[in-house]
């Protein structure tokens, strides 16, 4: 060992500083733009899985169509990843949390990104049109109003244009690809992982969090939510 | 010789930016205006449903209910349904009254690409009951290839039901080992709204997409 070589343990303030100043600046702009409803929340992560939890997901017109989401691997191929889209006209989300590892330069980091609060009563995120790409998702699955399985993915509606008329194939699935279509959905206490995540309307502004951790950090369980929204 | 490295800053700095620098394109890409759908492609089928109040997939779904409980099953054959590639297939149409899930269920649809499975390992609900209490109704196109009811003896499939019960075939006692090949399933709640118990679909469970 050399007279020069640090103790373990030891804390590189300045190394850390450089680091999340970036982030932290983005974060602090992507709030601010959000309060003044400059910037519609659009998640999208091209390259790499989320890891998502929330106490719930509930929204009218619900449906789900089997999708190609488009990705560009780390190498920098490009490519398609099959998932199950699922779209929810107008909802509301009981806190929401997502992760994402991500290795630099031989260090691993997570980005963590949470929305809403940590109280399963309050529903405290209002929305439009949020969709969500599911790789594997475990949870509670209600379904409410007529329900249809196995509808062709192209004929799924949810959202409605300007005149009021059901958007035509608003999920983009290609033709005979498994659908779900029911008038409402309400997922519980799920825990997976998305490819993707557009919350595009988002109506309320509730408390946002993005952080940088070092090494693999997960989002906490979600409580199961109380009452209905 | 290995050993400690000389802690020298300028060496340090590129890496540190390097680090910066890739977590601004993770949060930059993280916020990025919305997108068009993606491998949108053409919309709507050329033909009308038939049979079917929709246009199912032509990949039917593989269900496994390891018991259930109905109030009761009724049959229709000879049931003509067009699927959305617009062939059309002649089969079997089966309305169950108040379906509940007592044990396991798998629905599974392997399609050229993918495979998606719904696994609900416990109890759950496939029409079941609303929030009233009222029985719903599930109808199902396609064929049972087995079910089985213990009446004194094990009586399985639906013909032999149909021999021992009537039209009307009574599941209140419970039912085992249902497999079927299911083309299309609908389920109706003329009283819908979420309630945070007795949702007439209620799926406990997992549910994947996986490449194949």
Redesign the interface.
């Known amino acids: ?2 007279p ?3 103790p373990e343990g030891r804390t590189h303030w300045r ?1 850390g500083a ?2 999340a ?3 932290l600046l ?2 602090g702009g ?1 709030a601010g733009a959000m309060t003044s409803g400059a ?8 390259d790499r899985p989320l890891r998502l939890a929330t106490s719930s997901v ?1 929204g009218t017109q619900y449906g789900a169509a ?5 990705h560009t691997r780390p190498d920098g191929t490009t490519g ?5 889209r699922m779209g929810f006209a107008d909802g509301v989300i009981n806190g929401l949390c997502l992760s ?1 590892q ?1 290795e ?2 031989g ?1 691993t ?1 997570t ?1 963590l ?1 949470t929305l809403g609060d940590d109280d399963p009563a309050s529903w405290e995120i209002t929305t439009q049109n949020t969709v969500l790409d ?22 799924v509606t949810t959202v409605d244009d300007e005149a009021g008329n059901p958007v ?12 779900i ?6 997922f519980d206490g799920i825990t997976g992982t998305v490819q993707d995540i ?1 919350i ?1 309307g988002l109506l309320t502004t509730p408390r946002l969090d ?1 952080s ?1 951790r070092p090494g693999d950090v997960a989002c906490p369980a979600p409580a199961p ?1 109380v ?2 929204p | 010789m290995t050993g400690a490295r000389p802690n020298r800053p300028g060496r340090r700095a590129p890496r540190a930016l390097a680090v910066a620098l890739a977590l601004v394109v993770a949060v930059a890409t993280a916020v990025l205006p919305g997108r068009e759908g993606a491998a949108a492609g053409p919309v709507a089928a050329e033909h009308p449903p038939l049979g079917v109040p929709f246009l199912p997939s032509p990949d039917p779904l593989e269900v496994s209910i390891d018991r259930l409980l109905a109030r009761s099953l009724s049959v229709r054959t000879g049931v003509r349904i067009r699927l959305s590639d617009g062939t059309e297939v002649t089969t079997t149409q089966y309305t169950f009254k108040k379906l509940t899930i007592r044990r396991h269920m798998n629905v599974t649809q392997r399609a050229d690409g993918h495979t998606v499975v719904i696994d609900v390992p416990e109890e759950g609900s496939l029409g079941g009951t609303d929030d009233q209490g009222n029985p719903q109704t599930t109808v199902m196109w396609g064929d049972i290839t087995n079910i089985c009811v213990r009446v004194l003896v094990r009586i399985c499939g639906v013909q032999g039901l149909l021999n021992f019960f009537g039209s009307l075939i009574p599941l209140t006692a419970g039912a085992e080992d249902f497999e079927g090949r299911i083309y299309a399933i609908r389920t109706i709640d003329e009283q819908a709204g979420i309630s945070d118990t007795d949702n007439p679909i209620h799926l406990p469970g997992t549910i994947t997409v996986t490449a194949s």
Not at chain 1, 168 to 178: S, Y
């Open positions: 060992m050399t020069r070589a640090r190394r450089l680091v100043l970036p982030a983005s974060a992507l910037l519609a929340l659009d998640l999208r992560i091209q509930y089997v999708v190609d989401v488009p398609t990843v099959r998932v199950l994402q991500q630099i330069m260090t980091y980005l990104f599911v790789r594997e998702a475990t949870g509670v699955l209600d379904m409410d109003g007529v329900v249809d399985l196995n509808v062709d993915g192209t004929d035509d194939n608003p999920l983009g699935a290609p033709e005979h690809r498994f659908g279509q029911a008038g409402y959905a309400k557009q595009p993005l940088v939510p009452g209905t």
